[in-house]
Each structure stands twice: as C-alpha cells, then as structure tokens.
C-alpha cells in the first residue's frame, strides 16, 4: 500500500458481504483489510493505525457494540456501523458506545462508499474547518470551553467524554453562536452527506451530546436549543 493510501478494516462475519465491500472500497482506491469477528477485530483496530472501521452489529462472541466500547478506550478511530435492526434504540445504542454512523442492512453499496468517504472526510478536513478562516482556538461561553487544539470540552471546569462526531457537531454550532442550522445543514457540513443520510442521525447525536452535558450541568444542555420545525442553535444570547 502507498504511504498517503487510506485504510479500512472490514468487520462481518458473512463473507459475501465482506466480500462486496472489499471489492467496492478497493474500487475506490482504498486498501482494505478483513474479519470475520469481534475479538480479532479489536485486537487489529487496537494494533493498527485504520483509517476506519466498518463494523457489523451483530457478531457472533463479542458484538459490534462491545467492539466499539472497547475500541473507544483507545482510540477515535472513526466507526461506520453495519446492522440489520432499523429501530431507534439500536441506533442510540450504537452511537452511545462511540459509533460515527450506522447503514441498515439490506444496504447499497454505493451508500456504504459515500458514508465512508464522508466520514474519512471528517476531523481536521471537515468542510466547515477548510473553509474557516477566523476560528478561535478555545472558544469560552458560560458553562461550555471548547479547546479546539486539544479536541477538549470541558463543562464548568469538568471534562466531557464525547465521540468525535458529537465533538464537530458542538463545535461547529458554538461556531455560529444563535445562528439556526436545519438538520440538511449539519448532515451536508459535520456529516458531509449530499445524497444519503437519514435526518434522525443529526437528531441522536444531539440527544446524546445533550444528555452528557446534563451529565454536569443542565445549564451548558440548554445551550443546545431546538428550533422546532427548523433545526438546532447554540444559543448564548440567555447565558
């Protein structure tokens, strides 16, 4: 593999699919790697720097979720989810344990390649952080301190675990204090999606994003205002 070639390791335990998405990804230019369950795939998330981890939900000793958990204690490595279960507490689960986004089976392939390359595209190349010329490497408001450099909040002087999809999602709203984004807006600019993606993504994520900062102080989750009918703000005109 070239030095600049990114990597992805496949997780499933049905080699068709492992296969397809092998020979798409690959199509892609990607280089991918392979297996067919959970321990073995933390074993090699954990020992190897991937770019990304395409993970099946459901694994045969220990789950996609587990995976992730563990994964998660270690490392940001984004994670796509595979499942098979459509239904809302799946998806929190998922995003609960650290997963970036999930794709329900039966999937297009095509779908798969754009969120992989969507979240590939996530971190420092975000679209929003290309394009910004003028942000603050810590961002202060009541309650919330975001240290961009260090990928850092803190809530009234306590550390915030987040994911690193719930990190851009924050911080790209604390970019526009009490500006309205819809939630086409955060998919295309935190998510990168233009064609695919479900709208309840955006709304999971700011369930969780919330509930952590509750977690501390129910004054930094209302910062993160539902505007009904449009979308969400970081609102700090109240603060």
Request: net charge negative.
């Amino acid at each position: 593999m070239s030095e600049e070639q990114q990597t992805v390791l496949v997780v499933d335990d049905e080699e068709r699919i492992r296969r397809l998405l092998k020979m798409y990804l690959e199509r892609e230019g990607y280089g991918v790697e392979e297996v067919d369950n959970g321990e073995d795939a933390l074993e090699l998330a954990i020992n190897n720097d991937y770019d990304l981890v395409v993970l099946d939900l459901m694994l045969p000793g220990m789950d996609g979720e587990e995976v992730c958990a563990k994964l998660r204690e270690q490392k940001a490595t984004p994670v796509l989810m595979l499942t098979a279960k459509g239904e809302e507490t799946n998806r929190v689960q998922g995003f609960e344990v650290g997963a970036d986004d999930y794709v329900v089976k039966p999937f297009s392939p095509r779908e798969v390649i754009l969120r992989v390359k969507a979240l590939l595209r996530r971190s420092s190349t975000t679209k929003f952080l290309e394009t910004e010329t003028k942000t603050k490497e810590v961002l202060v408001f009541p309650h919330i301190t975001i240290d961009h450099d260090a990928h850092r909040v803190t809530v009234d002087n306590q550390y915030v675990n987040l994911t690193p999809k719930e990190y851009e999602l924050l911080y790209y709203l604390a970019n526009a204090p009490d500006k309205v984004f819809s939630r086409e807006d955060l998919l295309r600019d935190v998510w990168n999606y233009e064609f695919f993606g479900d709208l309840r993504t955006v709304d999971t994520h700011v369930k969780r994003l919330r509930e952590k900062l509750n977690n501390i102080s129910e004054e930094a989750a209302d910062i993160i205002v539902t505007v009904w009918g449009v979308g969400y703000k970081f609102e700090v005109g109240n603060s």
